[in-house]
């Protein structure tokens, strides 16, 4: 029994460890590969590194919905964006202050409410329908857009050009990054099968419910790229790296992953879930658009206040749950 408990535990490293190796491989090589195409580094780089940020969160959720992992798929998607709004802004903010420009405030602090909001609202009914699904999508669409034709200067486009930069000296051949792209795929859905199926296992041995699963390991799991980008990017003062990176796979997260995972099949709604786990998300939204929008910065105490909020919810979910 022992034995196999190690076992699964460490095929749940295994897996996030594949998460975020392959997430990396697939935003780094198409970011060399699209500056060795002459293709816009400011369109490629929001659009790939976007995507590549919640490829981990994506397949999570899609291997979870083919599985019949209703639990799994809401626990992250409430989970994973409660963590990186509070526990991973407060992380970075203790490390150092966090500014931000008045224009993501007006615009993807917006998104970012809105999706959340929204994603409670399609839940009242308890149940995320595949027509709920599709609008969903559709909005991912519309965010992508949007990001992509508006925004001017934006965290992802900033990551594009370090990466080009980087490389820009010893350019791999076009085949070498093809490879590297898609083995980075490969590792992403390899991880994620062996995450969300180590995981049903240890909450099957551990008599753990899913929804704590997908709350605590899962969430965590998915959430490393964005936790390093964030902390990272603090830490050498440049906060608009990770906040541009937290906001836009947030939504992300929401519009795409939710909206996939249901159209595969409808997602239920648990009564749980709606009086405690959607306000909490909510409320973490609108205090941290409050704390940027007071001053337009994210001080070291308003950081600690996010994380010990994400700590008071982590206790209660495992108070509840358990």
């Known amino acids: 029994m022992l034995f196999l408990l190690f076992g699964i535990i460490f095929a749940v490293v295994c897996g996030v460890f594949f998460l975020y190796k392959g997430a990396d491989?697939?935003?780094?090589r198409s970011s060399v590969l699209a500056a060795k195409?002459?293709?816009?580094t400011f369109v490629i780089?929001?659009?790939v590194i976007t995507l590549g940020?919640?490829?981990?969160?994506?397949?999570?959720?899609?291997?979870?919905?083919?599985?019949?992992?209703?639990?799994l798929i809401l626990g992250n998607a409430l989970g994973a964006s409660i963590f990186k709004l509070a526990f991973v802004f407060g992380l970075a903010a203790l490390i150092s202050p966090m500014s931000v420009e008045e224009s993501v405030l007006k615009r993807e602090f917006v998104w970012l409410i809105a999706a959340s909001v929204l994603f409670f609202l399609l839940s009242l009914d308890r149940v995320i329908s595949?027509?709920?699904a599709i609008l969903l999508i559709l909005l991912s669409l519309v965010f992508q857009a949007c990001s992509v034709f508006i925004s001017k200067k934006t965290v992802l486009d900033e990551i594009?050009?370090?990466?080009?930069?980087?490389?820009g000296k010893n350019i791999l051949k076009t085949s070498r990054s093809w490879a590297?792209?898609?083995?980075g795929i490969v590792l992403i859905i390899a991880g994620a099968k062996i995450l969300v199926h180590a995981s049903l296992y240890l909450a099957e041995i551990l008599s753990i419910p899913q929804i704590l699963i997908g709350i605590i390991i899962i969430a965590f799991g998915t959430s490393i790229p964005e936790l390093v980008v964030t902390v990272m990017s603090s830490a050498r003062h440049q906060p608009s790296l990770g906040i541009g990176n937290i906001i836009g796979t947030n939504v992300m997260h929401?519009?795409?992953v939710v909206g996939i995972a249901a159209l595969i099949q409808p997602l239920v709604i648990g009564a749980q879930l709606l009086s405690f786990d959607f306000p909490v998300l909510i409320f973490m939204t609108l205090l941290v658009a409050v704390f940027f929008k007071s001053s337009h910065r994210l001080s070291r105490f308003e950081g600690g206040l996010l994380v010990a909020g994400y700590i008071w919810y982590l206790v209660y979910s495992i108070k509840v749950w358990a």
């Not at 940020?53 to 639990?71: F, M, R, T």
């Not at 370090?162 to 490389?167: I, N």
């Not at 590297?180 to 083995?183: K, P, T």
């Open 25 to 28: 491989l697939l935003v780094e």
């Open 37 to 40: 195409l002459g293709v816009s």
């Open 45 to 47: 780089g929001l659009s």
């Open 53 to 71: 940020s919640i490829a981990p969160e994506l397949s999570v959720g899609i291997s979870s919905s083919l599985s019949g992992a209703n639990d």
């Open 130 to 132: 595949r027509g709920d």
């Open 160 to 167: 594009g050009k370090t990466k080009v930069r980087k490389h």
């Open 180 to 183: 590297m792209i898609i083995l």
């Open 254 to 256: 929401i519009f795409l």
